[in-house]
């Protein structure tokens, strides 16, 4: 198995197993390897150190030990190491939004605006709806005073996890 850090072009870090590195390259020729973020299938192989399960490693490993000084000094987050906790938060905090609204709204697929419409024009009772429209369809929505807020979501997150 190899476990491998990703990146996509909107800087979502994440995390890819696969049973080669074959298998990674046919599954990212095919467009099968996306961010779970943002849907985005342009994904850069980050630098990660391998991990060796190997039997002479464990027998003759000796643990290391900290000196005094060594707890004391202070860790200096650098310019890159400081922005990922936030990255990795805010990333967190999309994909809880993200199944918020998958949990709380019915899914209506191409008949969004349909439907949104009938809702706003008092045709049938309103309730939390989501759905596909073209930016075209969006703009005519919000023309009409209906409001809609595009969210895009990842085919991950449509189905089930598990």
């Not at 046919?26 to 190997?54: F, T, Y």
């Not at 967190?92 to 199944?99: F, K, P, S």
Request: aromatic share 4%; charged share 25%.
């Amino acid at each position: 198995m190899k476990v491998l850090n990703l990146q996509c072009q909107h800087q979502h870090l994440f995390e890819g197993w696969f049973a080669s590195e074959d298998d990674y390259q046919s599954q990212r020729s095919r467009d099968l390897v996306e961010c779970p973020v943002c849907g985005d299938n342009s994904i850069l192989k980050m630098l990660s150190a391998p991990r060796l399960n190997l039997l002479t490693s464990r027998l003759h490993a000796t643990p290391i030990q900290a000196t005094e000084d060594a707890r004391e000094m202070p860790v200096a987050a650098t310019p890159e190491t400081a922005d990922v906790p936030a990255s990795l938060e805010s990333q967190a905090a999309w994909l809880h939004m993200v199944q918020h609204v998958i949990a709380n709204t019915e899914d209506v697929g191409q008949g969004f605006a349909e439907e949104a419409r009938k809702m706003h024009y008092g045709e049938t009772e309103e309730r939390n709806i989501r759905g596909q429209v073209s930016r075209e369809e969006t703009r005519s929505l919000l023309e009409e005073g209906i409001h809609v807020m595009p969210l895009p979501m990842p085919a991950a997150l449509k189905g089930s996890v598990h």
